[in-house]
């Protein structure tokens, strides 16, 4: 058999989903609220007694679990339930459970998994009391849009050749999908992709299944990225203006589509009229936004990009205009006629931080209460490549680009590790293959850093405008790149899809990355995008998928398999990094509360399993992914 992790006590698990915890008021509860919280332990565990432990204003406090009366009917002859009830006193509250076995040892199961040392709170389960997330985000799927390279949907807005200077370089119009120069002469390329150019084509977005759009930067700027903004107030008219995204947004209104805009708080283009004022005299109202070392050459910018002067947050003044100020940025593009359903915040891990000044936490809370009170459905979502988890206790962010909790752990697993540091011309590979227990333990990490409402709306992606593509990951191995989109669709939090991923484009850096759409189909990898439609239908249709629990239940040198669940379904995902297939001999789901009987449907080739004592009877794992599916008889 297939041998699992943690064979001890690899049958007790808990996280944060309805299954295991059960509010029973709503789904999101106050302080006051009660909820039911649910530990599930096999049956060959000799548990003695369990007690949750809890936080309450900084003292310690246990509750006995007592097991359920009756056992769900999907328990029979294979798992037990535990519960105890908790009321909800503070705004996070953390807990954990303390085990006692009948051989007399003593063991605590915290969001890191199960271990005999006491922890400490830092892994603790948390629940959030008073928290509203944005309802939508959940059950979407997004679509990742660099406006200048998608589709060009009116000509006679386009960039002409020689139309402005920036940095040295004349703007140059390129014809569509010619090839781009390297850097710096990249930065003033156009081919003329626009707002209305994605409007002609959301009907391709519909049919391939997306519901959710993040457009990269819109705003006035002189580069085809459009970090570098000069005006916060208005699209760019090359982009077809402020019109272009009203219609734009009425058109994904008229689809039930969402839209959600790039914003660059942290600094603004060395061209904005904010910068040419503080330039010319240091005494002008604008130059308190800046930090001036030697006027005015000697500035503060972002991470020594002298086109990208940083913003600096001391300034009350700045702080109006951005988020606080009843007319402010944040603010204005939330309200009627635009309506954006959110924004995703550029580089949001060094916002208002500088030095001695770690100004964080004040303007965060300020921009959070900003745009909550404009639509407290809308989704705050920060770009970080590192550790996001001090933004995602509830109070800042909504959720993180989850580069860290899962982009780069997958792309680890599924080809090597790679160390690089930005503006650093060397890499650092470690070309040994990834430990298959490395993916998880990062994995795990980052989940239980956050707690699980904040997990399950995490923003996760294959890859972006600043990455290589995931083909290219994968060194063009169809393969791993379908198991890579199947791990997206079928893991905790929302996928996103970079345009252009699912006909098969690569780009073995962030520069390639933003080619042109290709919209020849003859270019396409039809199999490929039909595999995608696949994945995004089931994933927004399966509440598994999109609200379940998550366990992993086995992980081998180059097999990893984990399952979604809850009363209603289950599904068990099998991945395959190797190109052959893997001997397995059975694989053991009993720990998984999964009981003999259950018929399991794999959903691509239609075959079909039943579970015979513990194990899902597969006699081996081809390469890529499984997905197996059951659904649960109800109590």
Request: hydrophobic content about 40%.
């Amino acid at each position: 058999m297939l041998k699992i992790l943690n064979s001890d006590l690899k049958s007790i698990h808990h996280d944060g989903s309805a299954r295991y915890v059960r509010p029973t008021c709503s789904a999101d509860p106050s302080i006051g609220d009660e909820v039911a919280l649910r530990l599930r332990s096999g049956l060959d565990v000799a548990i003695e007694r369990i007690f949750l432990r809890t936080c309450p204003d900084g003292e310690q406090a246990f509750v006995e679990m007592l097991p359920e009366e009756p056992q769900p009917e999907a328990a029979r002859g294979v798992c037990k339930w535990w519960r105890a009830s908790l009321r909800l006193g503070m705004p996070i509250t953390s807990y954990r459970f303390l085990i006692f076995l009948q051989d007399g040892s003593a063991w605590w199961h915290n969001a890191a998994g199960t271990s005999q040392h006491i922890p400490t709170d830092a892994q603790d389960f948390r629940l959030l009391a008073g928290y509203t997330p944005p309802a939508w985000v959940r059950s979407s799927v997004f679509y990742q849009i660099f406006p200048d390279r998608f589709a060009d949907g009116d000509p006679a807005s386009n960039v002409r050749s020689g139309e402005y200077r920036y940095h040295g370089l004349d703007a140059i119009s390129r014809r569509w999908g010619e090839s781009q120069n390297p850097w710096p002469q990249a930065m003033v390329e156009f081919y003329g992709g626009d707002l209305p150019g994605v409007e002609s084509h959301l009907g391709y977005l519909a049919d391939l299944g997306v519901n959710a759009i993040y457009l990269n930067p819109v705003f006035s700027a002189l580069s085809n990225h459009r970090y570098d903004v000069t005006d916060y107030y208005n699209v760019d008219v090359h982009l077809g203006g402020n019109a272009a995204l009203q219609s734009l947004r009425c058109a994904t209104d008229e689809r039930d589509m969402r839209l959600i805009l790039d914003i660059v708080p942290n600094h603004c283009g060395v061209m904005h009229p904010w910068f040419q004022r503080a330039l010319e005299n240091l005494q002008a109202p604008y130059a308190e936004y800046f930090t001036f070392h030697a006027h005015p050459d000697d500035y503060e910018c972002w991470l020594g990009v002298k086109s990208l002067p940083k913003l600096n947050y001391r300034s009350p003044k700045l702080r109006q205009e951005m988020y606080a100020g009843p007319q402010s940025i944040f603010r204005h593009w939330l309200r009627p006629p635009y309506r954006v359903d959110g924004w995703r915040v550029d580089v949001a891990n060094m916002l208002a931080r500088h030095g001695a000044d770690q100004l964080e936490h004040q303007v965060w809370d300020g921009i959070r209460q900003a745009v909550k009170e404009e639509n407290p459905q809308a989704y705050l979502l920060g770009e970080n490549f590192f550790d996001a988890s001090a933004q995602l206790q509830g109070d800042q962010l909504d959720a993180c680009m989850n580069y860290a909790g899962f982009s780069q752990p997958l792309w680890y697993w599924l080809d090597h590790y790679a160390f690089h540091q930005h503006n650093e011309p060397r890499q650092v590979d470690a070309f040994q293959p990834w430990p298959t227990s490395s993916l998880v333990d990062t994995w795990q990490a980052y989940r239980a850093a956050i707690p699980w409402t904040i997990a399950r709306q995490q923003f996760n992606l294959l890859g972006s405008h600043d990455t290589s593509r995931i083909l290219s990951v994968v060194r063009d191995d169809p393969t791993r790149n379908r198991l890579a989109v199947a791990l997206l669709m079928t893991y905790p939090g929302v996928p996103c899809v970079y345009y252009g991923d699912e006909i098969g484009m690569r780009a073995s850096d962030s520069l390639s990355a933003r080619d042109c759409m290709q919209w020849e189909q003859t270019a396409w990898d039809v199999d490929l995008r039909a595999f995608y439609q696949h994945l995004i239908r089931l994933r927004r249709e399966s509440a598994a998928l999109v609200d379940g629990g998550f366990q992993v239940l086995a992980a081998a040198e180059n097999l990893l398999v984990y399952q979604r669940d809850t009363d209603q379904e289950i599904f068990v995902v099998i991945g395959n990094r190797s190109s052959s297939n893997i001997p397995m001999d059975g694989l053991a789901v009993a720990h998984g509360g999964i009981p003999d009987g259950t018929i399991f449907h794999e959903i691509f080739t239609g075959q079909r399993l039943i579970v015979t004592h513990g194990h899902i009877p597969l006699a081996s794992a081809p390469p890529g992914a499984q997905i197996w599916h059951c659904k649960l008889e109800q109590n």
